[in-house]
């Protein structure tokens, strides 16, 4: 349940349809996410191997006998990411337990892409899938910013269930993509037909993200929300930019990511640019933090070098932060092509550092950039239109 993840856009989906009059239940493995008011959460078991690394699956070695378990040890051991196969098929034996006493009329499958979607077809029940973006995209990032062959072995062998979610996905019986970057990229790289690809934007709760007016705006801070592991992210990037105005401008730059042994990329990074004094790290942070630090902070950046949708940008305009955001996958979308905040080319630090320098000294502009964010989110992304279009496309399919 952090922005971005998988268990917010299952959380924010499950309540629209839900308050639309609908049963929903959802099949979650660990860690497991919140379930709203009146919808069921049965959850799978996994050992969770990519949060807890692979040791922790010894504290029960009888869990080995399970072919499901052993599989997903031995694939972490060899450098693979089993979960989205391992998952699925735990999804469809669980389908499959429930379908004799629920009958449901569809499943939605939330970019997991493994071959138990295929099995849960052969129940009679039609399976729809959402695709943020192909995975691909990732792992080319990944290849482009990894230093040694031998990073870049790892990273191949790692992202090789995408091949599983490339066979997959064409085989569902449509596939809802949540801009129209990235069901051009889901058309391109996975070969899905048009005639299954339906666009269904990603909402934003707009009780929830708006401007705290008790809080007040820290002069010249700056911040990201991001999973900076991932190299897509742009973390570079904006770190570079961060260091080209530290002579001139008193920035400071707030990184809400988790912090510890699982987040080295960024801090590495902060160390080699000499950015120590410039940079700080939140960790991960409640929903009710998180709007707090988008209401402080006076300028939000998404320095991405692709995004399938963009939910910190646009949750920042939400709060009446004005955004900075590369012209990167689904950003202009999100921005309204630069209406609502300043687009610039990704995987270029100078141009970042400009319009960084550009807003930091510019109040007027700052404010009118927040308010017609506020306004865009409000007509265009809400949760409720969001369930209405993806009912029409269960319509289709049941």
């Known amino acids: 349940m952090y922005c971005g993840g998988q268990g917010y856009y299952v959380y924010y989906l499950a309540k629209a349809l839900r308050n639309l009059g609908h049963e929903v239940h959802v099949m979650a493995g660990p860690p497991y996410p919140l379930a709203p008011d009146g919808v069921k959460l049965h959850k799978l078991e996994g050992l969770n191997l990519y949060e807890t690394k692979a040791l922790s699956s010894l504290k029960d070695p009888l869990r080995m006998l399970n072919p499901l378990d052993f599989y997903e040890v031995a694939a972490k051991h060899a450098g693979m990411f089993p979960e989205i196969f391992t998952f699925s098929m735990r999804a469809y034996l669980k389908l499959r337990e429930l379908a004799p006493t629920l009958k449901f009329d569809v499943v939605h499958d939330n970019q997991t892409l493994g071959y138990g979607l295929l099995m849960m077809k052969s129940l009679g029940v039609p399976v729809v899938a959402t695709i943020h973006h192909p995975i691909p995209i990732d792992m080319q990032a990944d290849l482009a910013q990894a230093r040694r062959f031998s990073s870049k072995f790892k990273r191949i062998i790692f992202y090789s269930f995408s091949i599983m979610q490339g066979v997959v996905s064409k085989r569902m019986d449509r596939v809802i993509t949540v801009s129209k970057s990235s069901a051009n990229d889901v058309m391109r790289i996975f070969h899905v037909p048009q005639s299954k690809v339906r666009i269904v934007h990603n909402g934003i709760d707009i009780d929830i993200f708006k401007k705290v007016d008790h809080i007040e705006k820290e002069p010249n801070r700056v911040i990201v929300v991001a999973n900076t592991e991932d190299r897509k992210k742009g973390i570079i990037y904006l770190l ?159």
């Open 240 to 398: 570079k930019a961060i260091q080209l105005l530290k002579d001139d401008t008193d920035v400071k730059l707030t990184i809400v990511d988790r912090i510890g042994e699982h987040t080295k990329y960024a801090p590495r990074l902060v160390r080699e640019l000499g950015l120590e004094d410039r940079v700080t790290f939140t960790g991960r942070l409640s929903t009710e933090e998180l709007v707090k630090r988008y209401s402080a902070a006076e300028v939000a950046v998404t320095a991405s070098l692709y995004e399938g949708f963009g939910l910190p940008c646009a949750e920042a305009m939400s709060c009446g932060t004005p955004v900075i955001a590369t012209k990167a996958g689904a950003l202009p979308e999100v921005v309204g092509n630069g209406s609502a905040g300043v687009l610039v080319p990704p995987e270029d630090p100078v141009a970042l550092a400009v319009a960084i320098r550009q807003l930091l000294s510019d109040k007027p502009l700052r404010q009118r950039l927040g308010q017609a964010g506020r306004k865009r989110i409000e007509e265009s992304f809400s949760w409720e239109d969001a369930a209405k279009r993806t009912l029409e496309i269960y319509k289709e399919v049941v």
